[in-house]
């Protein structure tokens, strides 16, 4: 018992130094908050946000500190350079482990982002979970812009991108993600396009990304199709107007509930057929109105008649104009048709596939909002 409560001692006084010491140390860290990569002629630029925790030495507050952040630029013909030229800047050690965002720049991305993405994941110090996002500004501007709606502009780019993509708004892709996608040379990838608007950051939309190029970008307002495939729980408000009275207008709230994808290969032929089912929330009417059967079943196939419209509209893009599968429809086919898939180009097969769309969408809260229910009460 002895034995046990002198081991218990030891170890409690061992936490104790080590918290201490932890303490000390990262007083003594840059603590690296986000990266920007981006190429200037023929050098590579890194820039992006450093927070480090100073005491406060006129704080009556034994211990306080006063947490300050700053931007940086670094610049070298190749990664090991500028890093050096990042390291000579700086009077204490980097500490990459509370890095939120690498942002690369258009320009960069549409020279390709693979290398760095190589970098992310062989260096045992950078996160491989981080979130890879497209700007629309050069990093080195974006990240001297001033932020009012958070502390940082990498914790606004990712904090937004997060609470849009747990909402079912937009995608999250990190740089462990975008690796898996590098090493399947039949598909593309999209990944987050931000941008600075009134000092705030905004998803602006989707970077296309083919062999690990950006080729394309898509609009914010045209992203609704290409979610209901990429996104487990894709989200959407609408207005939905009456068909015989455009001044009756219900808002409603539709989710993803389920989808399927079945590929066959038929007559040297690839067909994908794509079930979507949706959920539908009347949240409320524009002006209020008794509802009836009729009515719930014309909401209903009007919201299914427009989510389709926009998966096919997303769909025909990347066979026509993008001609790359940016949703994973090899994976399937692979694992649908695996003897087929050896034989064929995926990416010469893709643009010319057969691909059929059938979405259904129910009214989950009929009771909760007609008005020609009465109070019990």
């Known amino acids: 018992m002895k034995k ?15 918290g201490c010491w932890d303490y000390e140390d990262i007083n003594r860290r840059s603590i690296t908050l986000s990266v920007g990569v981006d190429k200037i002629d023929d050098m590579l630029q890194f820039t992006g946000e450093v927070a480090k925790l100073l005491r406060n030495e006129n704080s009556k507050m034994r211990g306080s500190k006063n947490k300050k952040a700053y931007s940086y630029i670094s610049i070298g013909r190749n990664f090991e350079e500028a890093r050096k030229d990042y390291d000579v800047k700086f009077p204490f050690q980097d500490f990459s482990g509370a890095m939120r965002v690498v942002v690369f720049s258009k320009d960069y991305a549409e020279g390709g982002i693979e290398s760095y993405i190589n970098r992310i994941n062989y260096l045992t110090e950078l996160r491989k979970s981080i979130l890879i996002v497209v700007s629309r500004e050069a990093p080195e501007e974006l990240f001297q ?36 996608d590098i090493q399947n040379k ?12 009134n000092n705030t950051i905004n998803f602006l939309g989707l970077a296309v990304m083919d062999n690990n190029k950006m080729t394309e970008l898509i609009n914010r307002n045209d992203c609704n199709g290409f979610l209901y495939l990429l996104l487990k729980k894709a989200t959407d408000n609408k207005a939905i107007y009456d068909m015989n009275n455009k001044n009756t207008v219900y808002s409603v709230k539709t989710t993803l509930q389920k989808r399927k994808i079945k590929t066959n290969y038929v007559n040297k032929k690839v067909n994908i057929d794509i079930d979507l089912n949706l959920s539908i929330q009347l949240q409320y009417q524009y002006r209020a109105e008794l509802l009836n059967e009729s009515i719930i079943k014309e909401l209903e196939d009007e919201v299914a008649k427009e989510v389709k419209k926009e998966v096919l509209c997303a769909v025909n893009r990347s066979q026509g104009e993008l001609k790359v599968d940016i949703f994973e429809f090899a994976r399937f086919f692979k694992s649908d048709n695996p003897k087929a898939y050896k034989e064929i180009n995926w990416r010469e097969e893709y643009p010319n596939a057969n691909i059929n769309v059938n979405v259904k969408a129910k009214i989950k809260n009929i009771n909760l909002i007609n008005p020609n229910n009465k109070k019990k009460y």
């Open 4 to 18: 046990k409560c002198k081991l218990v001692v030891i170890l409690t006084i061992s936490l104790l130094l080590t």
């Open 186 to 197: 039949d598909i593309g990838y999209v990944i987050p396009y931000v941008g600075m608007e």
């Open 145 to 180: 812009r001033k932020i009012i709606n958070n502390i940082a502009i990498g914790y606004a780019i990712e904090d937004t991108i997060r609470q849009l993509f747990e909402n079912g708004r937009s995608i999250y892709k990190t740089a462990q993600e975008i690796q898996k």
